[in-house]
């Protein structure tokens, strides 16, 4: 981290670790009690049971793609190809919790 400006080690530990680690966290959480909650517009939609598990995909997903892209890019852990090809899980687990709300409701 030593060749990186100090915005983007603020960067890499903020959106790289802090809130990632959060927003995991919180899927987690609700996870474990079989619930899900989805942000809306104007309206806040509660899942429960199975639906809650397609639900938090959406969550575990954002998590994901905020941790390999502001650490694992910036930090040059990973060939810009091996980055492309993991970047697709995060990516596919959002689209698909996204789309589970959506259907869901």
């Known amino acids: 981290m ?3 400006p100090r915005y983007a080690k ?4 903020v959106l790289g670790i802090i809130v990632p680690t959060t927003i995991a966290g919180y899927a987690l959480y609700f996870l474990l009690q079989s619930k899900a909650v989805f942000w809306g517009r104007s309206s806040v939609v ?4 199975s ?3 397609f639900v938090s995909l959406l969550w575990i997903g954002l998590s994901l793609l905020f941790m390999v892209h502001f ?3 910036p930090l040059r852990l ?4 091996q980055y492309k090809l993991i970047m697709w899980v995060p990516v596919i687990l959002l ?3 996204l789309v589970s ?5």
């Open 2 to 4: 030593k060749r990186l």
């Open 10 to 13: 603020v960067e890499v530990v």
């Open 46 to 49: 509660y899942y429960q049971g």
């Open 51 to 53: 639906d809650a598990v």
């Open 71 to 73: 650490l694992a890019r």
């Open 78 to 81: 990973l060939s810009f190809a």
């Open 95 to 97: 689209a698909t919790g």
């Open 101 to 105: 709300a959506i259907v869901l409701v």
